[in-house]
C-alpha cells in the first residue's frame, strides 16, 4: 500500500466523485480508478459502491477513511517538522503525556517548557505510559510524563511527584458528604476503571492497590478515557479512583472525597532513552527535577 493511494483514496471519498477527485488531484481520471482499484484488491475489500451514476463509501471504506485521518494528519506534522529542521529554523522535540497530569504537573510545565529555547518545538502527543516507552525507544518521542512505573533496560526515569488518590462520585452520592472515605466505604462501590487497553496502565496500578490490601475491587465498567470515566460517574454508573490533581475537571455533578488509606497513590513519572545526551533533553529532565522539587 502506498501513501498516495491513501491520498487519493481520501480524495475521492470526499468528493463522492471520481471526475470531481481526478480533477483535484490534477490526474486523469483512469488512473485514478485504476490507483483505487488496486487498493481495494490489496485490502480485500471494496470501499466504494455504484448507486446510480454515483458512488458512496461502504461500510469498510467509511471505517477506512475515518482511520486514515490521524495518518494523514500526523504525515503532514512530520513533513513540516522535517522541513523546518532542514531549513534550521526550529527543532523538533516530541512529548507524551497521560491525559490525568494535564490537571496537576503539565500545564505548567509545558509553560516553562517552551520558554527554555524558542528555536525547539514542542510536540505534545497524548498516549499511556506503555505507549511512551515504545515511543521512546523508536524515537516518536523524546520525553515522555506517565503514571506507572514500568521498566525497561532502554528507558531512563524519573518520579516526580507521588499524588495520592481520592474518589469521584455522583454528587447525589450518600458518601459523597464525606471529608474522607475509607477502603472499607469504596470496596463495596461499583468501580468505573480506565483506561481499558493497551495493558498494562493505570488500571492494572489501582487494581493491585486493591490486592495489596487484600481486596478484588467491583469492576462494573471498563472505559479508554479519564473523561468518560468521569462522565459515567456523573451519571451515577460507578465510582472511580483517580489522582487527586483530577480535582481540577470541574464538574457540579461530581464530588471528589479524599481516600484515607495510605499507599493509594500514583506517580507522576518523566522518562526518557538512556543513550540521548543531547543538551536540550539535559535541560528538560533539570526543569522537571527542579519543579519537582517545589522550585
Known amino acids: 500500500m502506498e501513501l498516495r493511494q491513501i491520498r487519493y483514496f481520501r480524495q475521492v471519498a470526499t468528493e463522492l466523485s471520481f471526475t470531481r477527485a481526478a480533477r483535484m488531484l490534477h490526474m486523469a481520471q483512469p488512473p485514478l480508478s485504476r490507483q483505487i482499484k488496486l487498493l481495494e484488491e490489496e485490502l ?3 470501499l466504494f459502491e455504484r448507486i446510480g451514476r454515483g458512488i458512496r463509501l461502504t ?8 482511520q486514515t485521518e490521524n495518518l494523514t494528519r500526523k504525515l503532514e506534522e512530520v513533513v513540516k517538522a522535517t522541513q523546518r529542521i532542514g531549513h534550521k529554523d526550529k527543532r523538533w522535540f516530541g512529548l507524551g503525556f497521560v491525559p490525568s497530569t494535564l490537571y496537576g504537573f503539565m500545564p505548567q510545565f509545558i509553560a516553562r517548557l517552551r520558554a527554555l529555547d524558542t528555536q525547539v518545538d514542542i510536540g505534545l502527543i497524548e498516549m499511556t505510559t506503555l505507549q511512551q516507552f515504545d515511543a521512546l525507544k523508536t524515537g516518536r518521542i523524546d520525553v515522555g510524563i506517565g503514571r506507572i512505573l514500568l521498566h525497561d533496560d532502554e528507558v531512563e526515569r524519573l518520579v516526580l511527584r507521588d499524588e495520592r488518590i481520592v474518589v469521584a462520585l455522583p ?10 472515605l475509607t477502603l472499607e466505604d469504596v470496596v463495596p462501590q461499583p468501580l468505573i476503571l480506565y483506561p481499558a487497553r493497551p495493558r498494562p496502565s493505570y488500571a492494572d496500578h489501582v487494581c493491585d492497590l486493591f490486592r495489596v490490601k ?16 468521569i462522565g459515567l460517574v ?5 465510582v472511580a479512583l483517580v489522582p487527586e ?3 481540577g475537571l470541574l464538574r457540579a455533578d461530581v464530588a471528589y472525597v479524599d481516600l484515607d488509606e495510605p499507599g493509594f497513590t500514583s506517580p507522576v513519572m518523566l522518562s526518557w532513552r ?6 536540550f533533553l539535559k535541560q528538560v529532565v533539570d526543569l522537571a527535577r527542579t519543579m519537582a522539587s517545589g522550585k
Do not use: C, M, W
Not at 481486596?215 to 478515557?225: A, F, H, L, S
Not at 456523573?234 to 460507578?238: H, Q, R
Not at 538512556?274 to 543538551?279: A, I, L, P, T, Y
Open 171 to 180: 454528587v447525589h452520592h450518600s458518601l459523597a458528604k464525606h471529608k474522607k
Open 59 to 66: 461500510d469498510a471504506g467509511r471505517y477506512f477513511l475515518d
Open 44 to 46: 480485500g475489500v471494496d
Open 274 to 279: 538512556k543513550n540521548d545526551d543531547s543538551v
Open 214 to 229: 487484600g481486596y478484588t475491587p467491583d469492576v462494573i465498567q471498563e472505559v479508554n478515557e479519564l473523561q468518560t470515566a
Open 234 to 238: 456523573a451519571a451515577g454508573v460507578g
Open 245 to 247: 490533581s483530577v480535582r
